[in-house]
């Protein structure tokens, strides 16, 4: 048997220092990890970004045998098994991808016990073959990596996940990890049902992840914000996601021919240009990905910048977890929302067909409380963690409520001549002509129609096209109007508006958002401080770019595998000149000094010489 990377006799600490060059643990981790290694089973919820996969890869490193992780995606494999291949891990995956002599290879350190962790598929490893293979290896633990899949009540459910329950029968004394980014209460509930895990340790970390800023912007004219947006950060690496395939065709075919270096993934694409695609991404190649929601699951790549929704997602849960994909290094990142009540009454007709009554209501009700904040007049960090269960006792400074509180306007006048219009045009029209006869359009429909002779023709001659465009919206959200989208989306009166049009409520609006987050005011020195800024040198730190982008292309690997961009930040801001320095920048542990430490050193006193 081949010894364990000569962590068995240190502790979870030491190897946290050594191995993954960490100073210390973040909250949960020390406790999840000590008591797994005793053998005890645990639920983990922890933010994308938080720390969940060094609380079963230490674990495996000090446990006699092999760790067996299951991960939904060949990506996601990849990416883990090259970063602990850098740090001096001995891990590998076992999947489709393989060749037959790099399978066999893989199988051969698998029964030679010269693995210490093993990433693999949920329907490989429950394959009866295979079960008899890892009967015949000694198990350090089975790690369950989100395992929202398994919950038909999580917002990716997979069936193949179904069958990991009976790993608890089958391998009773093996210590089993559960861990997930995004669960509320009841799918957390579920998975604990599913995998037999109800006596297991349940530990949920803080949702927050305070280096991402939130932004919501309404959606007027979506390709000149987001590319204002994009414009204003020209080095950045981020993802725009939409909603239909079709879309981010359109997408990023206009975004590269505005110059940017931008690539479309979604699933009608062949497997090769979806690998390439992703390729060039995770290795620098491009800076932006536009991509359905097929795109992100367990991608690894840690200098991802922003987020952007060029479309509402379908519920909070999406939401976060897509956002969580930026900034994953803890630098500041942003996540960029295009808000448009034309998308969520898509939306909602989509789940109003739904054959499944009371999965539609569930949908329906997620889709609500995924308009509530967008709609938000409050901090939006507040409302998100809010749905988690999880409560924020300030401000968090940190979005663009926070930084820009929207200014709130009475009303009321405008709304009854709107709802007015509505009823005089016979509730037969949509937004559009309601809004031409309300500005007293010289259209020929409108003249043909003889709706310029109606009492509201032209009384909102005053206000912009976008102002009754946003009103009519408010008013529709707020259940003063129904936008009917199985008819043409024309609007119709309910019951509510009655009151109203009498003069027997007021209602207020937020002054319209209507430019990209480029032009927000800088976060309070509080705030920039838990967004993860560091005060380094920009100048060494493009050169420590270039020097990672070089030594990971000469390696066939992405570039944060080799260090993230939070080490370069550091290195850029305390510009170690020894290896004793070095070995205190965050992330960089023992393997990686002897590996990398000469080349950056080197580059960093040229710097200082240059300097």
Not at 76 to 103: H, I, P, T
Not at 206 to 232: C, H, M, W
Not at 525 to 547: C, N, Q, S, T, V
């Amino acid at each position: 048997m081949v010894e364990k990377l000569e962590t068995m006799n240190d502790t979870p600490l030491e190897s946290l220092r050594t191995v993954f060059g960490y100073e210390s643990f973040r909250p949960y981790q020390q406790e999840i990890i000590e008591r797994l290694v005793q053998g005890e089973n645990a639920f983990v919820l922890m933010p994308t970004g938080g720390g969940k996969s060094l609380c079963f890869q230490i674990p495996a490193l000090h446990r006699e045998g092999v760790g067996i992780v299951v991960s939904p995606l060949i990506s996601l494999m990849k990416d883990q098994v090259d970063a602990l291949r850098a740090c001096g891990v001995k891990a590998a995956f076992y999947n489709s991808s393989l060749g037959s002599a790099e399978a066999r290879k893989v199988l051969s350190m698998l029964h030679n016990r010269e693995l210490d962790l093993l990433y693999l598929a949920p329907e490989r490893l429950m394959s009866d073959g295979f079960i008899e293979r890892i009967r015949q290896v000694p198990i350090a633990l089975f790690a369950i990596d989100e395992a929202h899949c398994i919950s038909q009540w999580g917002h990716d459910f997979r069936p193949e996940y179904m069958k990991l329950g009976r790993l608890r029968r089958m391998f009773p004394d093996i210590p089993v990890i559960a861990l997930t980014a995004t669960a509320e209460p009841h799918t957390r509930r579920d998975i604990l049902e599913r995998l037999d895990l109800k006596d297991a340790r349940c530990y949920v970390s803080g949702f927050d992840r305070p280096n991402i800023r939130y932004s919501v912007v309404e959606k007027r004219k979506p390709l000149a914000q987001l590319t204002e947006f994009l414009s204003s950060r020209p080095t950045d690496a981020g993802i725009v996601y939409c909603l239909s395939r079709k879309r981010v065709d359109e997408v990023a075919g206009k975004l590269a021919e505005a110059g940017f270096e931008a690539a479309p993934y979604h699933a009608g694409l062949t497997a090769g240009e979806r690998k390439k695609t992703q390729d060039d991404f995770l290795r620098d190649e491009i800076r932006i990905i536009v991509a359905t929601v097929a795109f992100g699951m367990g991608i690894d790549k840690s200098d991802v910048r922003f987020v952007v929704h060029y479309d509402i997602p379908k519920n909070i849960e999406c939401y976060y977890q897509e956002t969580g994909r930026a900034g994953r290094d803890g630098l500041a990142a942003e996540a960029l929302l295009m808000f448009s009540y034309g998308d969520v009454a898509v939306a909602r007709g989509l789940i109003e067909k739904s054959r499944n009554p009371e999965r539609a209501r569930i949908e329906l009700h997620k889709l609500n409380a995924m308009v509530g904040f967008a709609e938000a007049m409050s901090c939006r960090r507040r409302i998100l963690l809010g749905y988690f269960g999880e409560r924020l006792q300030e401000d968090c400074g940190n979005c663009d409520v926070c930084l820009d509180p929207p200014e709130v306007m009475d009303v009321t006048e405008d709304a009854r001549k709107a709802l007015s219009c509505v009823y005089r045009v016979g509730q037969r029209f949509g937004m559009g002509h309601v809004i031409d006869v309300l500005r007293g359009s010289k259209k020929e429909r409108v003249a043909n129609l003889r709706h310029d002779r109606l009492s509201t023709y032209g009384i909102g001659a005053d206000k912009s096209p976008d102002y009754w465009s946003t009103l009519l919206r408010h008013l529709v959200h707020h259940g003063y109007l129904l936008q009917d989208v199985g008819d043409y989306s024309v609007l119709k009166l309910t019951p509510s508006a009655g009151p109203l049009l009498r003069g027997e409520l007021t209602i207020t609006m937020a002054e319209p958002r209507v430019k990209a987050a480029a032009g927000l005011k800088s976060a309070s020195k509080a705030a920039r401080r838990k967004a993860g800024d560091i005060d380094y040198d920009p100048g060494l730190f493009e050169r420590l770019r270039a020097l990672r982008k070089q030594l990971a292309d000469r390696e066939g690997v992405p570039p944060f595998v080799i260090f993230s961009d939070v080490s370069l930040a550091e290195m850029a801001a305390i510009l170690p000149r020894t290896e004793n320095e070095f070995h205190g920048i965050h992330g960089v542990g023992k393997h990686k000094i002897e590996r990398y430490g000469p080349y950056f050193l080197d580059e960093i006193r040229r710097f200082g010489g240059s300097g």
